[in-house]
């Protein structure tokens, strides 16, 4: 079973996660960042992955810290749930289309920590949240993963579509990158291990 837990308690959060890389789509995502809960759930749905998170944070001084910490906690828990990374197929590739949006992202799931994300939102917030936490979230996830993650915003209007079609296509990427291959023995790399 494919599956780890986290909790994280800080003086500027308090959060509880768990993840199941082979589940249904089921979320159970209860934060006071209401539009980060929102792209948790689409990335489970879209991942056909399980998740279950309860955080609360400093909301009053901005989204900032909890939004940072749930990205580590999720990164932590999928590095964990992956265990040896046998047989997986390692990389994921999605493009989603989400209205006037178009988002790409690639993964691989190679055990060395990186980020490159391009593309502009035309808006500083979503609601009361502040775009540029889209970076800090994916940033975070793919240090504690341990993974390469590739993000490009191809084009898009609405800031709402282009950060939706950006979690829904990493769900996609990362369900590819972690589904297991019968035809692949121990680990896809030459060095032999990840």
Known sequence: MRIAERTRKTKETDIALSFSIDGKGNSNI?????????????????????LTVNAKGDVDID???????????????????????????????????MDDALAQVSIDLSNRPHLEMRGEFPSQKVGTFDTELVHEFLWKLALEARMNLHVIVHYGTNTHHMIEAVFK?????????????PRITGVPSTKGML
Request: with cysteine; hydrophobic share 40%; charged share 25%.
């Open 30 to 50: 209860e934060t006071n960042v209401p539009f980060m809960s929102h792209m948790l759930d689409l990335f489970t749905k879209h991942g056909n992955f399980d």
């Open 63 to 97: 989204d900032h810290h909890t939004t940072e910490d749930i990205g580590i906690c999720l990164g932590q828990v999928l590095l964990e749930a992956l265990g040896d990374k046998a047989g997986i197929k390692r990389y994921g590739t999605a493009f989603v289309p």
């Open 169 to 181: 296509a990493l769900g996609r990427a990362l369900d590819e990158a972690t589904t297991i291959d």
